[in-house]
């Protein structure tokens, strides 16, 4: 046992002296995922007439299929989005801050990845967007429709009965008070600072340097690396170089995940517009008709421009 143990050790040592020392580095074999996150970021899954929607069912499937895809060694989630609902957004950045636990993530903006968009890049490992993506947009919205003027063109009186001071307050049917609009500023106000604290920590800068930035407004590409937003300026093969690198693979294999295909909703959907058409009515009217037939009346607070 002695003598073959030493005869391997002598191999070796030639081996090591006839060989190149850049020759004897093996490259780490891998797959890079690129998954599509396209749409407005909301609950509720996307139908053919309002559109391709992201919502945190979607992201934790496919990025629990890169996770459990043992050649997978890192993942690029390329972004557009203008934004959307608080928490579904809040949703999606916890999925994403735990997957790149085990794996790396990269972000790849295209043409917008806006205010909920942005929010829900912040945490990833880089964030890659193209000189001309828009982006930024840090802020929140706050809405709630007041529809007592159409409904009192339509002949229709609502009679309130509460128990609760400010049990209405979302119903739309009505002004709100001084004191109630006072209570949705202060709601507005710390969804605000929730955004900018998740900025902050994941670009490593300080509530002030985002604060100074979190106007809502829009910022190229190009302006948002110059502020530290992003990481490089850059298309997806930049994203997915980066992720190759931060993963330690070498000519990695690159995997395209497909975005869901039409679902029973996207069907409903399809048949909602026609149906609508055949009325005569806008997008617009199906929005107003969607508020209208809500069974509880809630605010929208959004990260959305």
Known sequence: MKRTITISLVMLLLLGMLIPSGCMSIPVKGKIAVIPLTGTITSQQGSLFFGPTITPGLVREQLGRAEKDVVVKAIVLRIESPGGAVAPCQQILGEIERVKETKPIVVSMENIAASGGYYISTKADKIVALPGTLTGSIGVISQIPNVEGLYEKLGIKMQTFKGGKYKDMYSGLRELTPEEAEIMQRMTDEYYEQFVEVVAEGRGLSNEE????????????????????????????????????????????????????????SLFGLADAIQLRLWG?????????????????????????
């Open 281 to 305: 009515l806008s997008g617009q009217d199906a929005i107003l008709l969607e508020t209208l037939s809500r069974g509880y009346p809630q605010p929208q607070f959004l990260y959305q421009g």
């Open 210 to 265: 985002v604060r100074s930035l979190a106007t809502g407004q829009l910022y190229t590409g190009t302006e948002a690396q110059r502020l530290g937003l992003v990481d490089e300026l850059g298309g997806l093969d930049t994203a997915i170089d980066l992720a190759a690198e931060l993963a330690g693979v070498e000519a990695p294999e690159v995997e395209y995940y497909q975005a869901p295909g039409l679902t029973l909703r």
